[in-house]
C-alpha cells in the first residue's frame, strides 16, 4: 500500500506553546487528508478533514483557531496546536487518500504529543 | 454513517482461526464495511472491505450475512503480531475521500 509519514513522531512542549506536526504522502498525491486524535485506551477521533488548496472542514467540537490545518500541496499537510495545553497531549494520526485510492484511507504512524 | 457493535475484547489461540464479529443492523444497501486494525501506537492499518460478498485477500477474509446486518472477519491462522485493536466501520459509498469514523472496536490478543 501507499506511504504515509508523520514528523516528528514524539514531542514534548511546554504549556502555551504551539507545535506543528507533518504528515506526508510518500507515493501517492494525497488530495485529502484526515486528522485524528487518540486519546490512552480510546477509540480514534475523527478532527478534520482537508482538501489539497481549500480550508479544512471540522468536526463538531473541534477548535478550527487553536488546531489549525494547512494543506497546501499534494503530498504535504499540517496539523499546528497552537497555545497547547495539558489536555492536548494526545496521539495524533493523519490519514490520506488520493484521487485513484477508491477503496482506502492510508495512515501515518502517529505523533505523540505531551504537553508539560 | 450506520454504528456498529463489537465485542470488546477476544482471545485466540495462535495458530487458530479468529473469528471477529460485527453487527451493523442499521446499514444501508449503499454502505460498505471496512475492516481495520491498530497495533499499539501505531497508525490504523487497512485490512479488507465488502458491500455484500464475501470477500477474501492475503490477510484475512470477510464474511458477510445475506441481509448484511452483521460480518465476520476471519484470520485464518493468528500469529502474535495479530494482536491489536480491530475496528470494523461501515461507510456509505468507497471514495477515499470519505471520512471513516471509528467505534471502539475489539482488543484481540493471539496467545502463545
Known amino acids: 500500500g501507499a506511504v504515509v509519514s508523520q514528523h516528528p513522531s514524539r514531542v514534548i512542549c511546554k504549556s502555551g506553546t504551539s507545535v506543528k506536526i507533518e504528515c506526508r504522502s510518500l507515493d501517492f498525491q494525497a488530495t485529502t487528508m484526515f486528522w485524528y486524535r487518540q486519546f490512552p485506551k480510546q477509540s480514534l477521533m475523527l478532527m478534520a478533514t482537508s482538501n489539497e488548496g481549500s480550508k479544512a472542514t471540522y468536526e463538531q467540537g473541534v477548535e478550527k483557531d487553536k488546531f489549525l490545518i494547512n494543506h497546501a500541496s499534494l503530498t504535504l499537510s499540517t496539523l499546528t496546536v497552537t497555545s497547547a495545553h495539558p489536555e492536548d497531549s494526545s496521539f495524533y494520526i493523519c490519514?490520506?487518500?488520493?484521487?485513484?485510492?477508491?477503496?482506502?484511507?492510508?495512515f501515518g504512524p502517529g505523533t505523540r504529543l505531551t504537553v508539560l | 454513517d450506520a454504528k456498529t457493535t463489537q465485542p470488546p475484547s477476544m482471545d485466540c489461540a495462535e495458530g487458530r482461526a479468529a473469528n471477529l464479529p460485527c453487527n451493523h443492523s442499521t446499514i444501508s444497501g449503499n454502505e460498505y464495511v471496512y475492516w481495520y486494525r491498530q497495533i499499539h501506537s501505531q497508525g490504523p492499518q487497512y485490512i479488507i472491505h465488502g458491500l455484500k460478498n464475501n470477500e477474501t485477500n492475503e490477510m484475512a477474509s470477510l464474511i458477510i450475512t445475506e441481509d448484511r446486518k452483521s460480518s465476520t472477519l476471519i484470520l485464518p491462522h493468528a500469529t502474535l503480531r495479530d494482536t491489536a485493536v480491530y475496528y470494523c466501520?461501515?461507510?456509505?459509498?468507497?471514495?477515499?475521500?470519505?471520512?471513516?469514523?471509528f467505534g471502539q472496536g475489539t482488543r484481540l490478543t493471539i496467545n502463545p
Open positions: 490519514s490520506a487518500s488520493g484521487p485513484n485510492s477508491y477503496n482506502e484511507q492510508f
Open positions: 466501520i461501515v461507510r456509505g459509498g468507497i471514495q477515499g475521500a470519505q471520512k471513516l469514523v
